[in-house]
Structure formats: structure tokens, C-alpha cells
């Protein structure tokens, strides 16, 4: 199993942060979901919960039953001797409607103008990719998708914005995603989707999990208002393809 | 159960936080300030895990509508039960009919209502504590209620107040570890935010508190990695970012120090204008 170079971490007094190397990569996503797989299945009663993003995993655990020492020299023991095979995780391909008017995507002007690109290139090339869910976290149900053409690489808001509406779409870095609710976000936003990431009603609040992928597809204004009217009514449901 | 008839700034129920969720992004949540909470809890000889009321700097006004025993810890607010006020850290019988209220902030920022057996609203996803999204609501509104086990027991006669003439969040000293990015600052920079004095800014909440200095500014970036309740985020413009219980899960600005759930409590007390500073251990 052991593929990669790992750094562990204290993280407070009882959390250990597991750091592969730090790029974006689907091998490294593979490898720690195998890990956190295989740390899953041994139910360690010590281990209060595991996740995930991108290139690093967080364990947290009871520190009153287990030391930081014991935990660290145990996790890399599993990592360099248990041999496991690979899972073949199923990868479902999601498919999200997405409002790019400007009156949605309040950045769009700004990220055209810096990174001297047009609008409509900004939008046909967000629209044409296919993401892969490298993690969900920041809010529930917010997906952390890698896959961003480099075109549209952009640095963060050097201070975050207090409110940005529930359903945002937008770009940080080499990054971009969905804002789930109204929050505080540091992200460029391009666009808007209706439908919910994350909807507590739901047996499974977040059908989108790590490993599957997203893609986005251009709606008008007209189409938000009829797909918002249709998931009020609860007659909508997000359309995956392919397994 | 109680009526609410006064909401007061921000009151909601927490207990000790919801744990297994955050592989889908949902917050830990749950008291603030822990360590007045468990003290209610145990006070009352409830489990650590009943959910309490926890009361934000200005309190609600609150008709119970059952018997049952309360205490309030954390916070000084003028607690009054039907006009006569009452004090922090000492068991009240309550009866139909009687009016919980508070009145002058005198010391911290949020307090803590426990009644026997823990409040009972209802749970998702294993835990009772309010958070936007994951439960119906954030906080209580006039005319709401909330619910309780009935309990008859008159305490009154033998108990009295634990002496507490200095509150263990009265220090100015948050003691902190080092975080997974404090090495990506230098020598001198890692000293510099270790020694310099803090204050609370205005932008302060359940998911974390903005502080006023500008003190580094740099344009260090991570990839998205977990953050805990308690991370101290250094953000490009240079001012400290420290996370509590409702913050997100996972975050991309450097991690530089990790509060103890102590200094979390201790921070939890702390108002706009406040000062403090970090002690590295």
C-alpha cells in the first residue's frame, strides 16, 4: 500500500494531520481514501472520526485512551505494512446546471479584465470540464473539485467576503467550486446553481461523494427560475451518468 | 418546557458537538465555551453530553411552563427568577409559571442554562446542537418553545453558591501549539505572532473571531487542508482568523497555532475590544 512519503502532525491535543505530498493528484486522493478505508475497517474505538481533503487526512482521537506517539507509530505501521488491494470505487459522474448571467456571476467582469480573457471563454471553458471531487468540507456538502483549467487559475480574495448566496459558483487558486449556503468565502464568483449540494431532508444529506466527478452545464436565467420552481415543488433530481 | 417570550441577541441549545460528520463537511458545533457548560452539566448531576442553553451577551426572557432544577454558569448576566436575581453556580427549584430573565452583562459573553436531565429538542445527525442547515433553526425566536423533562425536587434548602470571585476565562492568556504551517513563517515572524498583544475585533461569532492587528502579511497559500475548532488562520492581509466550534472543516489559509479546548472557552468569554495574547506550550 505504502506509495508515497508521508508527514505526520500534532494538531492540538488530539488530532493528527497526515500530509501527503502537497499537489492535487487522483493517485494521492486514491491513496488516502485506501488508507482511511483500511484505518475505517479496524474500528479503532479510539479514533473518534477521519477526513479528508485533497492531499491530507485528519484523525481525531480520545487522547485519554490513546497517546499521540502510540497513535502516530501505529497509523504509519498500517501505512507501510498492510498490504490491501486496491478498491475500485465506483465514480459517478454528476451534472449541475449553472447560471453564468453576471447578475449571478458578480466576478466575472473582474476575472475577464485580469486575466485578459473574455466572458465567454471563461464560461465555455468552466463548463467543459470534468472535475473530480477531491474532498467535501469548508461547509457541508461544499465539494472541493480539481480539474480547473489553468486558464482560469486565480488567486483568492485577499479578504474574504462576509455573505456569497447559497449556491455559488467561483474560483480560488486552482480551485473551484459550490457554495452549499450563504457563508463567508474568499472565492471569485462566476456563476450560480438552484439545485441543493446538501439537503438535511435527505436520507443522505450529500449524495456527491470524494472520488466522483462534476460537470457543469450553462443555463439561462429563464431555466434557473424554472428548475428553482421545479425543486421547491420537489419534482427535481440531480442528473448522474455512467458508474 | 419553556416559552420563550424574549429571545434575547443569540440563544440556542448545544451539547457537546456532533462528531462523524465532517467527511461531508458539517461543523463540530456544540458549546462554546465547554468548560462552564460541563460545569452546569455536572452541577445538576446530568450526563456531560445533555444539552444545554447556551445565552449570548444579551439574554432572553424565559416562562418555564414544568418544574424542574437549573443552574447558569459562564457568564455574569443579572439573572433574575420572577424579579429577584439570582446567582451564577447555585441550584434553583423552578415552578409552573415562573420567569427566568437577565439583564446587565457584567463579566464574559455567553452563559449557560442547564435543567435537570438536559433540554430535548430534537437531534440530527447525533447531536442536539444548533447549526444553519443541519437543524431547523440557528437560535430561538419569541414564541418558540423548548422542550424538557419535568422534574420535582426542592433544592433550595441545601445548597449554596460556589464562591467564585475570579472565572478561570478572567486571564488574557490563550495557551496555544504550534500549528501543521507554523514553519512555513520565519524564526522571526513565528516570534513576532507568538509575542504580540491581540484584540477582538467586531467580527467575532460561533464560527470564529477576527482579530483587529494587522501583523504579517504574506502571500503563503495551502492547499485546502482539515481545520479544527480552535485553528489560528493567518490570512494574506495579515490578520489572525481563529476558528470556533461552528467554523468550517476544512480551510486554505496557513494553520500558524491550535488553541487547547480551554483556551477555546477562555476565547469564547472574550468581547470586541478585548485583549489577550498566546502562550506557546
Not at chain 1, 465506483?90 to 475577464?112: A, Q, R
Not at chain 2, 463537511?25 to 457548560?37: L, Q, R
Not at chain 2, 447555585?90 to 449557560?112: A, N, P, T, V, W
Not at chain 2, 419535568?150 to 475570579?166: E, G, H, L, P, V
Request: charged residues 20%; hydrophobic residues 35%.
Amino acid at each position: 500500500m505504502s506509495t508515497f512519503k508521508l508527514t505526520y502532525k500534532p494538531f492540538g491535543e488530539s488530532a493528527i494531520l497526515i500530509e501527503w505530498p502537497q499537489i492535487i493528484s487522483i493517485d494521492i486522493l486514491d491513496d488516502i481514501r485506501n488508507f482511511s478505508f483500511v484505518i475505517n475497517k479496524l474500528d479503532l474505538k479510539y479514533i473518534l472520526e477521519i477526513n479528508f481533503v485533497y492531499s491530507s487526512l485528519l484523525i481525531i482521537y480520545k487522547s485519554n485512551k490513546i497517546k499521540y506517539a502510540d497513535l502516530n507509530k501505529k497509523l504509519q505501521f498500517i501505512y507501510n505494512e498492510k498490504s490491501v488491494k486496491k478498491n475500485n470505487f465506483k465514480k459517478t459522474i454528476w451534472e449541475i446546471p449553472v447560471c453564468y448571467d453576471i447578475e449571478f456571476g458578480i466576478d466575472l467582469p473582474f476575472l475577464s479584465l485580469q486575466k485578459k480573457i473574455s466572458i465567454e471563454e471563461i464560461i465555455s471553458t468552466h463548463s467543459s470540464s470534468y472535475y473530480t471531487v477531491f474532498g467535501v468540507g469548508f461547509l457541508p456538502g461544499f465539494l472541493y473539485l480539481g480539474g480547473l483549467s489553468k486558464k482560469l487559475h486565480f488567486k483568492r480574495r485577499d479578504t474574504p467576503r462576509l455573505k456569497v448566496p447559497k449556491g455559488a459558483v467561483a474560483i480560488g487558486g486552482n480551485q473551484t467550486g459550490i457554495y452549499p449556503k450563504i457563508s463567508p468565502g474568499g472565492w471569485h464568483i462566476i456563476g450560480e446553481t438552484p439545485i441543493s449540494i446538501f439537503d438535511i431532508k435527505n436520507k443522505k444529506p450529500c449524495l456527491i461523494i470524494p472520488g466522483d466527478k462534476v460537470k457543469f452545464y450553462p443555463i439561462s436565467k429563464q431555466e434557473f427560475k424554472s428548475l428553482e420552481l421545479q425543486i421547491e415543488a420537489g419534482m427535481y433530481r440531480l442528473k448522474s451518468v455512467g458508474k | 418546557m419553556i416559552k420563550v417570550i424574549q429571545a434575547g441577541l443569540y440563544t440556542s441549545i448545544q451539547d457537546i458537538g456532533r462528531f462523524g460528520y465532517r467527511n461531508i463537511g458539517v461543523p463540530t458545533s456544540g458549546t462554546m465555551d465547554s468548560i462552564s457548560a460541563n460545569f452546569a452539566n455536572a452541577l445538576l448531576n446530568n450526563n456531560s453530553n445533555d444539552a444545554v442553553l447556551e445565552i449570548t451577551m444579551l439574554g432572553p426572557k424565559l416562562e418555564f411552563t414544568t418544574p424542574t432544577v437549573i443552574i447558569i454558569t459562564g457568564a455574569e448576566m443579572s439573572s433574575k427568577l420572577n424579579n429577584i436575581s439570582i446567582t451564577n453556580y447555585k441550584k434553583y427549584s423552578i415552578k409552573k409559571g415562573d420567569i427566568l430573565s437577565f439583564g446587565e452583562l457584567k463579566k464574559g459573553l455567553r452563559c449557560y442554562l442547564a435543567v435537570k436531565g438536559g433540554f430535548k429538542t430534537s437531534k440530527v445527525l447525533k447531536s442536539r446542537s444548533f447549526y444553519n442547515g443541519i437543524t431547523s433553526k440557528d437560535s430561538f425566536k419569541k414564541h418558540d418553545i423548548i422542550l424538557y423533562d419535568s422534574y420535582a425536587d426542592d433544592i433550595n434548602t441545601f445548597n449554596s453558591a460556589i464562591k467564585n470571585t475570579t472565572l478561570f476565562f478572567e486571564t488574557k492568556v490563550l495557551e496555544v501549539y504550534k500549528g501543521p504551517d507554523f514553519n512555513l513563517f520565519t524564526l522571526e515572524e513565528q516570534q513576532k505572532i507568538c509575542s504580540n498583544k491581540y484584540t477582538v475585533s467586531n467580527l467575532m461569532n460561533r464560527m470564529g473571531y477576527r482579530i483587529k492587528e494587522t501583523i504579517i502579511k504574506h502571500n503563503k497559500s495551502i492547499l485546502t487542508s482539515p481545520v479544527l475548532p480552535g485553528t489560528v488562520q493567518l490570512t494574506p492581509s495579515g490578520q489572525l482568523i481563529i476558528l470556533m466550534k461552528d467554523a468550517q472543516t476544512t480551510g486554505g489559509y496557513p494553520r500558524i497555532l491550535q488553541l487547547t479546548e480551554k483556551s477555546i472557552a477562555i476565547l469564547a468569554q472574550k468581547k470586541e475590544g478585548d485583549t489577550f495574547n498566546f502562550l506557546l506550550i
